[in-house]
């Protein structure tokens, strides 16, 4: 269920979009008058519609009352306004507004607005929103583009060795931040070049996906690994580093001894034919990435297999 907040005095735009939205069960309009928005924003809608013809406030102020509280401090805003002026639409978008739409009304307009807006919040929700990096749907939408080319490229797979025991020692904020250093990693090693057709993607957690179309793979599987062990040890205690291990009790309070945390990379050479669907490079992917995480330290594997 979609909720749009509807800033407004007068109940006959509510009515409207009632109307229009009649047939898509997802949507809810709620309207909330001028002297209630402080309690308003309290929730999270999928989107609030000012309309600044009807209400005692300036939609500018509005707008940065919605900017201000944290909960909506990304919330999409539509302005609509009679006062069309190019000061007062520009003074509106400085305040974060997202999109400005003039009275009267055309409903088609507002109808395709609202809905490409719940549409693109839904794209982005397929987002990591701790990397910004694509998440599943667009990953596997990349691997049936590549396959449809019939042409070679490799799959790079990334996770994470003794993650876990990271988590239990330091915390978990510390280990979003051990996350996001391994995204810039493989970032700026899979791009290095100043033209490249490769992809990077987050499953999730600390496992990671390239795509690589350079025959030259290696060298960025390398660099990778060259990178991440030099600079994962600014995570870790002095001690810890010194020690070479963290010590984690069980369940059963015995203390455990971890290596510090390194990368394994599993590497799938996709020849032209040998892949039927996407499916079948995840489990190729799953097996060379097993292999890596079981051989100590930092490594790669490679898959070189042609059918």
Same mark, same amino acid.
């Given at each position: 269920m979609h909720t749009v907040y509807l800033i407004d005095d007068d109940e006959s735009l509510r009515k409207k979009l009632n109307e229009i939205f009649k047939p898509d069960k997802n949507f809810k309009f709620k309207q909330i008058k001028t002297e209630n928005i402080d309690i308003a924003l309290k929730d999270i809608p999928a989107l609030i519609i000012i309309n600044e013809d009807t209400i005692t406030e300036n939609a500018t102020e509005i707008c940065h009352k919605i900017r201000d509280n944290d909960d909506n401090s990304i919330t999409p805003v539509i302005v609509i306004t009679s006062n069309t002026t190019?000061?007062?639409?520009?003074?509106?978008?400085?305040?974060?507004?997202?999109?400005?739409?003039?009275?009267?009304?055309?409903?088609?307009?507002? /109808?395709?607005?609202?809905?490409?807006?719940?549409?693109?919040? /839904?794209?982005?929700?397929?987002?990591?929103?701790?990397?910004?990096? %694509? !998440?599943?749907?667009?990953?596997?939408?990349?691997?049936?583009?590549?396959?449809?080319?019939?042409?070679?490229?490799?799959?790079?797979?990334?996770?994470?060795d003794n993650f876990k025991a990271y988590n239990d020692v330091y915390g978990f904020s510390n280990g979003d931040e051990i996350i996001k250093f391994t995204a810039r990693t493989i970032i700026k090693n899979v791009h290095s070049k100043d033209e490249d057709n490769n992809f990077v !993607?987050?499953? !999730? !957690?600390?496992?990671?996906?390239?795509?690589i179309e350079d025959q030259d793979y290696?060298?960025?599987?390398?660099?990778?690994?060259?990178?991440?062990?030099?600079?994962?040890?600014?995570?870790?205690?002095?001690?810890?580093?010194?020690?070479?291990?963290?010590?984690?009790?069980?369940?059963?309070g015995i203390i455990e001894e971890f290596p510090l945390t390194t990368i394994s990379v599993g590497a799938v050479e996709v020849e032209p034919g040998r892949f039927h669907n996407t499916l079948e490079i995840g489990e190729a992917g799953a097996q060379v990435k097993h292999l890596s995480k079981?051989? %100590?330290?930092?490594?790669?594997?490679?898959?070189?297999?042609?059918?």
């Open positions: 190019r000061e007062h639409r520009v003074e509106i978008l400085k305040a974060a507004a997202t999109y400005f739409i003039k009275n009267p009304i055309d409903f088609e307009y507002l /109808y395709y607005t609202i809905q490409n807006i719940i549409n693109l919040l /839904y794209i982005n929700r397929k987002v990591s929103p701790l990397t910004n990096l %694509p !998440g599943n749907v667009q990953i596997q939408a990349e691997m049936k583009r590549r396959l449809m080319k019939k042409e070679f490229f490799v799959m790079l797979y990334f996770d994470l !993607g987050h499953i !999730g !957690g600390d496992d990671f996906i390239a795509i290696e060298k960025i599987c390398q660099n990778i690994i060259l990178e991440f062990d030099k600079n994962i040890k600014k995570y870790f205690s002095e001690d810890d580093v010194a020690k070479g291990y963290l010590e984690v009790p069980n369940r059963k079981t051989i %100590p330290g930092s490594t790669y594997v490679i898959d070189r297999r042609k059918k």
